[in-house]
């Protein structure tokens, strides 16, 4: 792999990250009352443990929030 | 269950197996460093954070090795079902190991390099096109980001939004994980290792793993073909009602491969789908209790008349009519929308 082409993979892989990490914090605090009623209320160190899930995921939590609905 | 996400619903059970992962851990790794340090050959440098580096890495490799073989192992013999109720745990911690040891090869061996660490860790072998000198470490970045999507997906709040569907998908790729680590060791072993001592034990534990699946896969095809029931007039023939254990399931197997399982309690006989709405756990090897159906992967409970689980929890399973003909039992192969009441069949002369 070009250093040119690596530049362009990491620098991709940060914008996802960043995105995904300012997605993560307002989904953690209203979105997942959003998508799931038994969500509401949950403490705060169980939406600390789905944070990091929210950050990989967040484009599809992304189509959950909009639609506001469950997957399931 | 969907109710209350808790961090984690501890156990005394969940807490003992977590203290001896834990400490098997330790000791695996106390192991090979001091075993690293005694056989390291003579006028070789080894510095301690390249040890740490081995002894992280393997550990990590070597428990994702259990955690691959539990769910066969818990097909072949009940006795290994208990391993498999806090395997999640077992898996954040595969991934704990395997992130510390990524950090310390990116500090080490890019953290002094002129450009981003990030950058240098896939541009600084430019080998892609050789089998020998393939930059190995490119395999072990793919692999870290599934077990990182897996462990950052194993709470329940994510099987349950995700669907079983998609979450059990996302979990498959654990073996494309496998897949890119044993290319990963195997590479990162050929290219600076001169013991083949290593190699034997990847690859002896990749066969171990695949003979295991295998066998267990030829078995469950072999069994599936046993319980292949005989249609009669559009109902399925189950069996003799006598012949299910009380409180117990038979498993029969419907032409399209569903599972349903035909669960005799109370001198009543219920059938529900096999497959648990929590991670598709085999719920007809479950057992009856308090009265419910439950799950012998995680004790997810469904009532037995209409596939839901009892208050405040929410999850529903498809359920299917029953008749029981002069001890006979039948089911209807078409399943009832989930969650869906229906009349358990009574088992003649059963004592209720």
Redesign the interface.
């Known amino acids: 792999m070009t250093i040119q082409l690596a530049e362009m993979l990491v620098a991709a892989i940060a914008v996802y990250a960043a995105l995904g990490t300012v997605f993560a914090l307002v989904f953690v605090t209203v979105g997942v009352r959003r998508i799931d009623p038994d969500a509401r209320g949950m403490p705060l160190r169980a939406r600390a443990v789905v944070f990091p899930g929210a950050v990989g995921l967040w484009p599809l939590l992304l189509v959950f929030m909009i639609r506001g609905e469950r997957k399931t | 269950m969907?109710?209350?996400?808790?961090?984690v619903t501890w156990t005394p059970f969940k807490k003992a197996y977590d203290v001896v992962m834990l400490i098997a851990v330790g000791v695996f790794m106390t192991i090979f460093i001091v075993g690293g340090y005694m056989t390291w050959p003579d006028g070789e440098t080894l510095h301690p954070v390249q040890l740490a580096l081995r002894a992280l890495g393997f550990t990590a490799f070597t428990l994702l090795h259990v955690v691959l073989a539990i769910g066969p192992l818990s097909r072949m013999s009940p006795r290994f079902k208990p391993l498999l109720y806090n395997r999640r745990h077992m898996g954040v911690t595969t991934f704990l190991l395997a992130f510390a040891h990524a950090v310390l090869a990116l500090l080490w061996y890019h953290g002094f390099s002129e450009?981003?660490v990030?950058?240098s860790?896939?541009?600084s072998n430019?080998n892609?096109g050789s089998i020998q000198g393939f930059?190995f470490e490119?395999l072990g970045f793919v692999a870290l980001v599934i077990l990182?999507?897996m462990?950052?997906?194993s709470?329940d709040?994510?099987n349950?939004?995700?669907?079983?569907g998609?979450w059990k998908a996302l979990h498959m790729l654990v073996y494309v994980a496998y897949a890119a680590l044993v290319a990963h060791v195997m590479l990162g072993l050929a290219q600076n290792e001169k013991s083949p001592l290593y190699a034997y034990a990847v690859g002896g534990g990749a066969v171990f793993l695949v003979a295991l699946h295998l066998i267990t896969g030829v078995r469950e095809c072999v069994r599936d073909r046993a319980l292949g029931a005989a249609a009669h007039d559009g109902w399925i023939d189950v069996g003799s009602a006598a012949d299910i254990p009380d409180g117990r399931a038979v498993i029969v197997v419907l032409k399209g491969g569903e599972r349903v399982a035909v669960f005799r309690y109370d001198g009543k006989v219920s059938a529900v789908s096999n497959v648990c709405r929590h991670q598709a756990g085999p719920l007809g090897e479950g057992c009856i209790k308090d009265g419910l159906v439950t799950c012998p992967w995680h004790g997810f409970q469904y009532r037995p008349d209409d596939g839901r689980s009892p208050p405040p929890f929410?999850e529903r399973i498809p359920t299917y009519n029953v008749k029981v003909d002069n001890g006979v039992v039948f089911i209807d192969p078409v399943a009832n929308p989930a969650g869906t009441p229906v009349e358990p069949a009574v088992v003649a002369g059963a004592a209720a």
């Open positions: 969907a109710h209350g996400y808790q961090v450009m981003n990030f950058v860790l896939f541009a430019p892609y930059p490119s990182f999507l462990a950052a997906t709470h709040f994510w349950a939004n995700l669907g079983p998609f929410t």
